[in-house]
C-alpha cells in the first residue's frame, strides 16, 4: 500500500527598517559562563536561559513574545498570509502504520483537526477504530500521543503522552481489546524508543537518565521504579541508545549513536547467556541503520561503500570477519532501511527523486516499486515476519 500525500512548506521573509521596528529589543543578560570541554575553553553566556521554570526566564520569553508581535501583529500582509496558509496546511494526514497479528496500527488526523489520532484495524481494508483520542486530553489542545511499539500479536501497545511540546513524556500500555490503560506506567522522563519481547511478557526502553542513556527492562505487572537496569553504564548525555528485542526471542539489538554526524556503534546481547553484549562494530568508525530478522540483523552502513551498502550478521555469531554483502554499492544513495515479510525494503535517493527496491534475504532484487511522480519517501514500516511493508510518499 502507498500512501501519496502533499506536502507546503511556506516560508516569510520581511525586512524593517529602524524606523519600523518601533519598541527596542528586549535585553538579554550575559553570564560568564566558561567550560573546558576536551581541552577547549566554551563560553555559554546564556546558561541561565536554560532553566526554563525560573521567573526570570519566564520574564523574558513574555518580552520576547511581545516584541515580536509588535513586529508581525501590524504587518499589513498578514491577514492575507495566515488565510492562505490556512488553507494549504488544512489537509489529512497519515503515518505509517505498525503491523502486528494482523492489526494495523497508526496515526491519523482529518483536516479540521489539529492533533494525529490513534486508531486500529484489522488488515489493510478492515473497520477502521479509533483506540486513543488526545482532542479531550487538554483544552487548548496542547497534550499529543504517538504509538512507541506494538506487542508482537497485537494486543499491547505501548504509547507516549507529551504534554505542552515537552521533551519528557510517559508511557502508557493499553489492553487493545479492552480498551483501557494498565497500570504498568513509565513516569515523565526523555524516552529514545520501546521494544516488546515476542511474547509480550514486558519490554525494553531506552530513556535518558541522570548520568545518561540507559536501556531498562520492564515486566508486565511489575512496579516500573524496580525495572533492570540492562546496557548503557559508561555512556554519557552527549550519547542517544536504541533497543530493538529480536524476533527469535533471544537477542537484543542495541545502537549507540554519537550524535547525528558521528559514528554509530551496534551491540548485540544473547539473553540466554549471563554475559555482558557483544560489540560487533569495535573499531569501525561509520554509520550504521541495524533491523532485527528473525536470528539475524540486517546492516545498512556507509562503512567502505559512501553511497550505502546492506551486510547481515547472524545474532548467534555476529562478528565482523562472518558479516556478509547481500546489496552492494549502486549508483544510487541508500537513504532507509526496513523490513516486511521476510524481504529487505531500501529507498534510495536518485537524481534527487526517491526509489524503493525490494530484494530478498540474499540480496536479489524482487522489485522496484513505481510512483505517480517524481517526490520522497518519508517513511517506511513493515515486520520481519508479517506480510505487508507500507511506504509513505509526497
Not at 488526523?109 to 479509533?130: C, P, T
Request: contains cysteine; charged residues 25%; aromatic residues 8%.
Amino acid at each position: 500500500m502507498v500512501r501519496i500525500c502533499c506536502a507546503v512548506f511556506f516560508c516569510l521573509v520581511s525586512s524593517f527598517t529602524s524606523a519600523q521596528m518601533g519598541p527596542k529589543v528586549p535585553a538579554t543578560r550575559r553570564d560568564d559562563v566558561t567550560e573546558v570541554l576536551h581541552g577547549v575553553s566554551v563560553t555559554d553566556p546564556y546558561r541561565w536561559l536554560e532553566d526554563q521554570k525560573s521567573p526570570e526566564t519566564r520574564a523574558w520569553i513574555s518580552a520576547q513574545n511581545a516584541y515580536t508581535h509588535t513586529l508581525l501583529d501590524a504587518w499589513p500582509g498578514r491577514a492575507q498570509v495566515e488565510k492562505r496558509a490556512t488553507e494549504l496546511l488544512r489537509h489529512g494526514s497519515i503515518r505509517a502504520p505498525f503491523e502486528a497479528g494482523g492489526r494495523l496500527f497508526y496515526r491519523r488526523r482529518s483536516a479540521e483537526q489539529d492533533l494525529f489520532l490513534i486508531y486500529m484495524r484489522q488488515g489493510v481494508e478492515g473497520k477502521e477504530d479509533l483506540l486513543i483520542d488526545p482532542l479531550p486530553m487538554s483544552a487548548d489542545h496542547s497534550t499529543n500521543v504517538d504509538i512507541l511499539d506494538v506487542s508482537k500479536d497485537g494486543k499491547l501497545m505501548a504509547y507516549q503522552v507529551r504534554k505542552g511540546g515537552a521533551d519528557e513524556v510517559e508511557v502508557h500500555v493499553l489492553d487493545v481489546d479492552a480498551r483501557r490503560d494498565l497500570a504498568d506506567r513509565l513516569p515523565l522522563a526523555v524516552y529514545f524508543n520501546v521494544s516488546w519481547r515476542p511474547d509480550r511478557a514486558g519490554f525494553y526502553y531506552s530513556v535518558m537518565g541522570p548520568d545518561g542513556p540507559r536501556i531498562h527492562y520492564h515486566a508486565m505487572g511489575t512496579d516500573a521504579a524496580k525495572d533492570l537496569d540492562v546496557f548503557g553504564n559508561g555512556y554519557g548525555k552527549d550519547k542517544i541508545t536504541v533497543v530493538e528485542a529480536a524476533g527469535d526471542g533471544k537477542h537484543l539489538v542495541l545502537t549507540v549513536f554519537y550524535g547525528s554526524a558521528g559514528k554509530v556503534e551496534i551491540w548485540v546481547k544473547d539473553l540466554q547467556k549471563d554475559a555482558p553484549a557483544e560489540l560487533i562494530t569495535k573499531g569501525v568508525d561509520a554509520h550504521f541503520n541495524a533491523s532485527a530478522a528473525g536470528d539475524r540483523v540486517i546492516l545498512k552502513t556507509d562503512w567502505k561503500a559512501s553511497r550505502g551498502r546492506v551486510l547481515v550478521a547472524q545474532l548467534d555469531d555476529p562478528q565482523q570477519e562472518h558479516w556478509k554483502e547481500i546489496v552492494p554499492e549502486a549508483e544510487a544513495t541508500i537513504d532507509n532501511l526496513a523490513v516486511a515479510g521476510g524481504h529487505v525494503v531500501l529507498s534510495y535517493v536518485h537524481n534527487v527523486s526517491a526509489e524503493v527496491r525490494v530484494f530478498d534475504i540474499d540480496g536479489k532484487l524482487q522489485k522496484q516499486m513505481e510512483f505517480p511522480t517524481l517526490g520522497a519517501v518519508n517513511e517506511m514500516s513493515g515486520q520481519w515476519d508479517a506480510p505487508d511493508g507500507f511506504v509513505s510518499f509526497s
